[in-house]
């Protein structure tokens, strides 16, 4: 045997051992993915945490893993309790509004202009007994039957949640222990099949993006469903701290947060405080503007120094084709692109102008190892 069809042998057989490990490994790919996005974003605090316990790299590992287990679940427990109160009577009223139907609320018809059609258009869908189910017919929503049937599927669907939830700090820790042995293991590898200095440009940008995007995403978007949070309280909507949780979560994602609070002041309206809903509104769209417009591109790009463009591309292309794990690893596959693009004409050393993506110290080349 030659020595070409000896290494096209034992690429067959490395591909195959690959394409092996990920068939069995695919359950574990979220969690995996997951844990790394947290470590490499954590990494510096556990560099300090693990300083201050002396060098305990084992300690650390464990306490930090921990904090963050309760950091994540404690909010989720709380949350998906207050959910648990509101599920039955939620799940009751649109049984009964299904089976009965649901009168015209009498604001409907002072909406100008349209409030007549819409009061035609209520009369003839959601007053009619099933008209509701009708309304729904071919979504996941129309085949509710009773709050015992939603709490199933609710139940179902959370239990995975914690089990892929358990998975990632699992493998949270062992990142921890062993984060600085497979840094150095990626980046031999990684030399290895391309020429080191252009694998250290590579290599510099991911932690950087990650720690920019957890930052500008997580962090701006929890202060959002905080701040109007706050309203809802003052408004007198029910639950609020379950609809300002439910706020934080879809603001990670930009232009997700009204979803949230306009949900909420329709519910306001209903109730009758349309005051109430107004402050709502107004609040949320300010709150959302001052975050969205100055404080997460700031965060973000001033960190990765890419266009907007192609944060917002990167961030929603990643949340469409990935789910919200797409939220990190879409703009980590951007800043990736424009350092290809920037090396593709040529730009290397960078001139001012497009000195965007290569800004980062040195001292980031690699992550973890290098924080």
Not at 154 to 167: E, Q
Not at 240 to 262: E, S
Request: charged share 10%; hydrophobic share 55%; proline share 6%.
């Amino acid at each position: 045997m030659s020595d070409t069809q000896r290494d096209m042998v034992g690429a067959g057989f490395s591909l195959a051992l690959i394409g092996l490990a990920a068939f069995v490994m695919q359950r574990f790919f979220l969690p995996l993915v997951w844990a790394s996005i947290l470590c490499v974003a954590t990494w510096p605090l556990f560099l300090r945490m693990r300083a201050a316990l002396g060098q305990r790299t084992l300690l650390a590992s464990a306490l930090l893993t921990g904090l963050f287990a309760c950091l994540f679940i404690i909010p989720v427990l709380l949350a998906v309790t207050q959910a648990a109160r509101e599920v039955p009577v939620l799940a009751n009223f649109l049984m009964r509004a299904n089976t009965e139907g649901l009168p015209v609320p009498a604001w409907i018809s002072t909406i100008p202009l349209a409030g007549n059609s819409i009061d035609d258009w209520w009369q003839a869908t959601l007053s009619q007994p099933h008209g509701l189910a009708h309304l729904l017919a071919g979504s996941a929503a129309g085949g509710f039957h009773s709050a015992r049937d939603m709490l199933k599927i609710l139940g179902a669907d959370m239990a995975h949640r914690l089990v892929d939830f358990g998975l990632a700090f699992l493998c949270l820790f062992f990142f921890y222990k062993d984060g600085e042995a497979l840094t150095r293991q990626i980046g031999r590898i990684g030399s290895n099949y391309l020429r080191p200095e252009r694998w250290g440009r590579y290599a510099q940008k991911v932690p950087t993006s990650i720690r920019a995007t957890v930052n500008g995403l997580v962090l701006v978007g929890l202060g959002e469903g905080v701040l109007i949070g706050i309203a809802y309280a003052i408004a007198g909507l029910p639950s609020p701290v379950l609809w300002a949780f439910a706020t934080g979560i879809l603001a990670i994602i930009p232009f997700g947060a009204p979803l949230a609070y306009v949900c909420a002041a329709a519910v306001l309206v209903v109730q009758g405080s349309l005051a109430g809903a107004v402050g709502v509104a107004v609040w949320g769209t300010l709150v959302l503007a001052v975050a969205d417009h100055l404080i997460r591109p700031g965060i973000i790009g001033n960190a990765t120094r890419l266009p907007f463009l192609a944060v917002l591309f990167g961030i929603l292309g990643g949340v469409e084709t990935l789910g919200l794990v797409g939220l990190f690893i879409g703009p980590v596959v951007m800043v990736l692109f424009v350092t290809l693009w920037h090396e593709a004409y040529g730009c290397s050393p960078v001139p001012a102008e497009a000195a965007s993506l290569d800004a980062t110290p040195a001292s980031q080349a690699t992550a973890p190892r290098a924080q």
